[in-house]
């Protein structure tokens, strides 16, 4: 999911360095039938930029899970959350 949102950014000219880019993602385990099962997974980006670029931020943001391979792999079975936290380059 990180890297198909970052190829949307780059595609808006957003840059994605290490310093700039990161994602901290969490998941819930259930037991599922007696099966241990994920259940939910949160994805929550945080994202330094320019302030002119925070509406390309957005609109990428807002598109990308539907050319990631890895989510439309699993949407169906795992509920995916996801956010994005963005701040100013300084």
Do not use: W
Not at 17 to 41: H, P, S, W
Not at 45 to 52: E, G, H, R, S
């Amino acid at each position: 999911m990180m890297g198909t949102l970052a190829a949307v950014l780059a595609k808006k000219k957003i840059r994605t360095f290490q310093d700039r880019y990161m994602a901290t993602v969490t998941g819930d385990i259930e037991d599922v039938n007696g099966v241990l099962k994920i259940v939910r997974i949160k994805v929550h980006y945080n994202l330094k930029l320019p302030a002119d670029k925070r509406a390309d931020a957005e609109d990428a943001f807002n598109n990308y899970i539907t050319l990631c391979p890895a989510a439309q792999s699993v949407v169906e079975a795992i509920k995916i959350t996801h956010e994005l936290e963005m701040a100013d380059d300084a």
